[in-house]
Every structure is written in structure tokens, then in C-alpha cells.
Nanobody, 115 residues
Framework: QVQLVESGGGSVQAGGSLRLSCVAS????????MGWYRQAPGKQRELVAQ???????NYADSVKGRFTISGDNAKNTMSLQMNNLNAEDTAVYYC?????????WGQGTQVTVSS
């Protein structure tokens, strides 16, 4: 079975940086897409960044120029580098993959930004 585990979250002052990591395990092949989304209490789930199988990337307007998604297929890992964080970035961040039309995600990691 597919399993995803996020790490790297924590508390940081506005203007600081964090790097989130995601490790995938299980029966994984031909991933259609992967990325990160976040959800803050009382707010809509937001797609933060995604990467297609061809390597194309897409970012939410709110994080463009600040966040960068990357992946290492050989190690089955995915990262999200977050720079110049602000209070609006506070949320639980989840990594996900789409495999054979099925969506998998992890338990999430909390990111808290204080201003």
C-alpha cells in the first residue's frame, strides 16, 4: 500500500524559511502528479504547488516567487522550500500523489508563522 509521511513543519517568525519533506513508500510507479496543499482552520483547502509527470510546475498565486517544489524520483521524496513566510501561510501542509487515478496523502505537518 502507498504511504506518505511529511516532516519539517514548525514555528517560525515572519520572513523566515522552512523546508518541508515528504517520503513515499509502498507500491509506487507511474505517478501522474504530485504536490502540496494546505488547510487552515475555517478556510478552504488550497492547492499550494503541484508537479506533473512531465516536470511542469504550478503554484498558487499567493506563494509564487516564495515557494519551490522539487522531487527526487530515485528516492521517492518530495520537498517544498518555503521562503519569506508570513502569517497567511499558517496551516497544516499535506503532500500528495496521484497514482492510477487515485489520490494519496499523508498526515500533514503543522506550519505556524508568527508576525
Amino acid at each position: 500500500q502507498v504511504q506518505l509521511v511529511e516532516s519539517g513543519g514548525g514555528s517560525v517568525q515572519a520572513g523566515g524559511s522552512l523546508r518541508l519533506s515528504c517520503v513515499a513508500s509502498g507500491s509506487i510507479s507511474s505517478i501522474n502528479a504530485m504536490g502540496w496543499y494546505r488547510q487552515a482552520p475555517g478556510k478552504q483547502r488550497e492547492l499550494v504547488a503541484q508537479m506533473g509527470s512531465g516536470g511542469t510546475t504550478n503554484y498558487a498565486d499567493s506563494v509564487k516567487g516564495r515557494f519551490t517544489i522539487s522531487g527526487d524520483n530515485a528516492k521517492n521524496t518530495m520537498s517544498l522550500q518555503m521562503n519569506n513566510l508570513n502569517a497567511e501561510d499558517t496551516a497544516v501542509y499535506y503532500c500528495y500523489i496521484i497514482l492510477r487515478f487515485r489520490h494519496y496523502w499523508g498526515q500533514g505537518t503543522q506550519v505556524t508563522v508568527s508576525s
